[in-house]
């Protein structure tokens, strides 16, 4: 069964970003539909037969193909709100999952916190559609003024980074020690006396020796010589963001004389 993927962007250029990432990951033009309040009100009838103008809401249920139970109140407050709009019509869950790995990458709002923004500070909703979008009401013809308001916030971004590792190597090294070596001696000299009696006693001599010497026995020891500290330190810095917002101009011309929207000026 086909289901909608529905989502919402701030700016036209990252909404179209996410529009072509999709279309080349194999997503179809009948699959992918990207829409904002121009965008719709060029595509839409403006008359239903009946001589009524049709609500913003039905323009733009009508646009992306949703049915007469889906709430296209939200939706249709963000387009009316100067935000785009992205439709993905996916067949199953493995095509859903893709279509969403591939929008979040494009910074989509939260379109349930930004409503509930709207909500509080006061929502355009359905029942004024026909006068949010200019139209009759009372005998009046109301032609709304509009102006975006730029809100900048922020996020953290991946920079430049790095990597430390540490890791063993051998080196040669050399230490001095002294070695003593005792080795016996065996000689005869040349003597003239009387033997004592123990020398007679004693008779024959069976002698053992052994020569002795020293050899450098090796330890090892590990210390810590030094330390390598990895931490981070924090900056901050101002920044100007410049963009432009769309306001509604409306011009009235009475007897010659030309008034904009803003002039104080009383239009009679």
Same mark, same amino acid.
């Given at each position: 069964?086909?289901?909608?993927?529905?989502?919402?962007?701030?700016?036209?250029?990252?909404?179209?970003?996410?529009?072509?990432?999709?279309? @080349?990951? $194999?997503?179809?033009?009948?699959?992918?539909?990207?829409?904002?309040? +121009?965008?719709?009100?060029? *595509?839409? &009838?403006?008359?239903?037969?009946?001589?009524?103008?049709? @609500?913003? $809401?039905?323009?733009?249920?009508?646009?992306?193909?949703?049915?007469? +139970?889906?709430?296209?109140? *939200?939706? &249709?407050?963000?387009?009316?709100?100067?935000?785009?709009?992205?439709?993905?019509?996916?067949?199953?869950?493995?095509?859903?999952?893709?279509?969403?790995?591939?929008?979040?990458?494009?910074?989509?709002?939260?379109?349930?916190?930004?409503?509930?923004?709207w909500r509080e500070s006061g929502r355009q909703g359905s029942q004024s559609d026909s006068q949010s979008m200019g139209g009759q009401t009372n005998g009046e013809e109301i032609i709304p003024i509009i102006e975006e308001e730029l809100q900048v916030g922020k996020r953290e971004t991946q920079r430049s980074g790095g990597r430390v590792r540490s890791h063993n190597y051998e080196k040669p090294v050399e230490a001095n020690v002294n070695l003593r070596e005792q080795h016996t001696t065996v000689s005869s000299r040349a003597v003239n006396r009387s033997a004592i009696e123990a020398e007679q006693a004693y008779g024959e001599v069976d002698m053992e020796y052994r020569d002795t010497a020293e050899e450098a026995v090796v330890a090892k020891e590990a210390r810590v010589v030094e330390e390598v500290v990895v931490g981070k330190k924090s900056s901050d810095r101002d920044e100007t963001i410049k963009d432009s917002v769309r306001r509604t101009e409306v011009e009235v011309e009475k007897d010659g004389k030309r008034m904009a929207s803003g002039d104080k000026r009383k239009t009679g």
């Open positions: 069964m086909t289901q909608a993927l529905v989502a919402v962007f701030d700016k036209q250029t990252e909404a179209q970003h996410a529009f072509d990432a999709l279309m @080349s990951e $194999g997503f179809s033009d009948d699959q992918v539909h990207l829409a904002s309040a +121009d965008s719709i009100e060029a *595509t839409s &009838s403006k008359d239903d037969g009946n001589g009524h103008n049709d @609500s913003f $809401g039905h323009k733009v249920a009508s646009f992306f193909g949703f049915g007469k +139970d889906e709430d296209t109140d *939200t939706y &249709s407050e963000a387009v009316r709100r100067g935000n785009c709009v992205l439709s993905v019509d996916v067949a199953n869950d493995d095509e859903a999952k893709r279509a969403e790995d591939i929008i979040e990458q494009h910074d989509p709002i939260d379109i349930d916190e930004r409503s509930a923004q």
